[in-house]
């Protein structure tokens, strides 16, 4: 799929207020991109301790099982197994480096694809567009567990790598050529075998493309341009049986109330009230209104810029194509986005895990951004002619963000050094030749996240120790560990 060259009013050459507002954003959405990457090095261990001592003593077998009944995501897994052989072989946790790598991949994914598809005067403007996209990701809602926890970055990045990246392809060349449409069955297998989450997308995704061939009588003769859908079909059948037939048959997981639990009418109405929420905001219960009505209006910006820059970003031959897959993917993350609230409170009686909350949060930001590409297209002769509004836009929305996000950016820095030296001191004492160890710990950063434990001492013979105790103990060798809050 090429572009032909712009020749347009609406796609010349940039003017000085473009240039201004295009290097402006690029600087912008690049700062706020290192505020985060710089705290790679205090990222975090959770799981892993639990999770490599098992795969350092029972390897495969052990990975196979969690796919199996626990944890059916293939590549993901597969993953997170090869990272423990890397740390097993190199007697390093490596948490920076596979943080920083994850990091890179999903960078690559939103930033280079679009450069990759665009005509040669706009790939800057596209580049900087998918560096404000990427900063959007990571700016005001939660990012300890998603982005700073190695074992959750290699399961969650992918899945949204591949989501981003098909943005990009439905946006740049609506899936009309076969090589396109094999990449996004790729993508859409790669978000399915990463995370449950990326299976509901592909079920969304099918559905709503059947429905719109259904429901749009010209477009009946060409079904057969969904057929490569069937792949990621098959991959997400398989994740989302064996959820069914693990964790979800499991009655045993409500952490939350059991009124909701496993009953529909109430899991409806939170289900309800929780997403009109994140569509608002993230942590909706715990920001002030004027928090809440900073980060709308952010939003707000970031549908004017992607209106604004529709025809920018996407190919004039393919634009009925692209409307139609733009506004299937727009819908497929709003429902997915419901769905993960609804199978929340189904199992667990409460909305669980930070991680997922942060996905949502992204997800949302990719159905405006389709939204506004799609109608923006459909509407393109109201669309913003220059590039200079729209840039702006959707610089005001990461300068919003990152404005809220100052604060908690603020204190884990001001704590950098403990928050890195206090993985490397317990490193240490874990490797070290003695049958027990002190374990030092201190409070969660607000970005970065982390984990506390009740100060005490624990033994292997300990009945209350929990399974996390547990992975400490078997993973450096120890018969006690004595937690201390520094």
């Known amino acids: 799929m090429k572009f032909e060259e712009p020749a347009t009013p609406a796609h010349r050459q940039f003017g000085i207020r473009e240039c201004i507002a295009l290097a402006s954003c690029a600087l912008i959405f690049s700062v706020t991109i290192a505020a ?32 199996l009944t626990w944890s059916p995501r293939p590549l993901s897994e597969t993953f997170v197994y090869l990272y423990s052989i890397a740390v097993v072989r190199t007697g390093r946790p490596l948490i920076g480096t596979i943080l920083a790598t994850a990091w890179i991949a999903t960078a690559l994914a939103v930033v280079a694809l679009p450069i990759r598809y665009a005509p040669t005067r706009q790939r800057v403007l596209n580049g900087t567009v998918g560096l404000g996209l990427f900063a959007l990701f ?52 790669v978000a399915a075998c990463s995370i449950e989450v990326g299976a509901m997308l592909v079920f969304a995704i099918a559905g709503l493309s059947t429905a719109t061939y259904v429901a749009v009588p ?23 049986a064996l959820i069914a ?3 979800v048959s499991n009655g045993a997981e409500v952490m939350g109330d059991p009124a909701i ?8 109405h939170a289900t309800i009230v929780e997403f009109a929420k994140a569509i608002a905001a993230s942590n909706w219960d715990g920001r002030t209104r004027f928090d809440i009505v900073l980060t709308i209006i952010s939003k707000a910006c970031v549908f004017g810029a992607f209106f604004g820059l529709s025809t920018r970003l996407s190919n004039s031959n393919t634009r009925a194509s692209s409307i139609r897959w733009l506004t299937i993917l727009s819908l497929a993350c709003a429902a ?95 490797t070290a030749s003695s049958s027990s160890m002190e374990f030092d710990q201190t409070v969660p950063g607000s970005i970065v996240g982390g984990v506390l434990i009740k100060e005490k001492s624990y033994t292997l013979a300990d009945p209350k120790k929990g399974w996390w105790i547990e992975g400490v103990l078997k993973f450096f060798r120890k018969t006690e560990v004595t937690f201390v809050t520094k």
Request: aromatic residues 12%; proline residues 4%.
């Open 261 to 268: 639990a496993h009953h529909a009418r109430p899991v409806l």
């Open 245 to 247: 037939h693990g964790r």
């Open 36 to 67: 985060y990457a710089g705290l790679l090095p205090a990222g975090h261990w959770q799981d892993e301790y639990y999770t490599f001592y098992r795969f350092r003593d029972e390897g495969l077998p052990y990975l196979v099982d969690r796919v």
């Open 336 to 430: 997915t986005t419901l769905l993960t609230i609804a199978a929340a409170y189904y199992q667990f009686g409460m909305l669980c895990c930070e991680r997922h909350d942060t996905l949502r949060q992204c997800l949302i930001y990719l159905a405006i951004a389709s939204a506004a590409c799609a109608i923006g297209l459909a509407y393109r002769g109201r669309a913003i002619r220059g590039a200079a509004l729209p840039l702006s836009m959707l610089g005001t929305a990461v300068v919003i963000n990152l404005s809220l996000s100052v604060p908690a950016l603020r204190s884990d820095y001001a704590r950098y050094d403990t928050l890195r030296d206090i993985k490397v001191v317990n490193w240490n004492r874990g």
């Open 218 to 240: 010209h477009l009946r003769n060409d079904w057969r341009q969904s057929t490569w859908l069937a792949f990621p079909l098959v991959a997400s059948g398989c994740v989302l």
């Open 138 to 189: 990571l700016t005001n809602h939660p990012t300890g567990e998603m982005y700073y926890w190695p074992q959750a970055s290699l399961a969650y990045l992918p899945a949204l790598a591949a989501i981003g990246a098909l943005f990009w392809l439905c946006a740049a060349s609506g899936l009309e050529s076969r090589r396109t449409r094999c990449a996004a069955a790729a993508l859409l297998i």
